[in-house]
């Protein structure tokens, strides 16, 4: 597993060890103070770049690929390549390694996101829907083609685009709620872009659900299943944190100037709809936001 030590990939690895698989974390710099559920183990290793951890790779049946820089942080020159290059570089370098597992069941669960979209107002988009054009969604594009050179080793390929994952180890809310709680939590803009979520739980359990589901592949739309406005997602978390969200919402000019580029990514939004999980009979956990919320909180 890549990025295993994000907030998803600690929950993730919990259940994996939980139900007898064992994990191999691929981490840049192994620290002795940190602590591993028993069955799993560390790796050191720099994804981008290419170095003994290869050979570990083939070892493995199942490859979960969690690797990436943040989309949040500020889009200059250089940190777009820095997200690029976490994404495809890693893609690039597992699937190079995989092919020692040719002839050999093997699964890659590689993680993509709802970007690929690009923007699109409010219709309601399903993985058969046509990728955006937009930076991200051109990331988005090649970090999944990287990902489906796997095929021709059989692999198993499935491409888990990820909505904005709500949890309470990190994400989203690390940044939301601190500035909710000072009572400063107001719509961005107009509040009318869509938000298309997932629970960190409800995350976890597709990743299992697709591992012992065979046969399955292509891109898995990793959203719960009622997704919600900019305006509605900022009323229910200051109702969870029983805040006042009466503040003006934030003009999309001033979210231009602080974030850059990025704003646009908070500005605009996917109304992403999970149709091939429901398709599979996935029951999610949390198909409400309020309940989404109240868990986590």
Known sequence: MTGGTGFVGRTLTQKLTERGYGVTLLTRS???????????????GDPTQKGAWLERVPE???????????????WTKKYKKTMRDSRVLTTQNLVTALSGREGKETVFL?????????????????????????????????????????????????????????????????????VFKKGLGSPLGNGKQWI??????????????????????GPINCTARNPVTNKELTKALGEAL???????????FVIKLMKGEVG??????????????????????????????KDIL
């Open 264 to 293: 646009s990514v908070l500005l605009n939004g996917q109304k992403v709809l999970p149709r091939r999980l429901l398709h599979m009979g996935f029951n999610f956990r949390f198909s409400s936001i309020r309940d989404a919320l």
């Open 30 to 44: 192994i620290r002795q103070h940190e602590s591993l559920p028993p069955g799993a183990s560390f790796v050191e």
């Open 60 to 74: 493995h049946e199942i490859i979960i690929n969690l690797a990436g820089a943040p989309i949040f942080d500020r």
């Open 242 to 252: 029983k805040k006042s969200t009466l503040m003006p919402a934030v003009p999309g």
């Open 196 to 217: 298309s979520w997932i629970h960190e739980q409800d995350l976890v359990d597709i990743y299992l659900f697709l591992i012992e589901r065979k046969g399955e592949s």
């Open 110 to 178: 590689s993680t993509s996101a709802v970007g690929y979209y690009g923007f699109y107002g409010d219709e309601e988009l399903h993985e058969g829907s046509p990728p955006g054009s937009d930076f991200l969604a051109t990331v988005t594009r090649e970090w999944e083609a990287s990902a489906l050179e796997a095929e021709k080793y059989g692999v198993r390929v499935l491409l888990c685009r990820f909505g904005i994952v709500l949890g309470s180890g990190g994400g989203a809310l690390g940044e939301m709620v601190p």
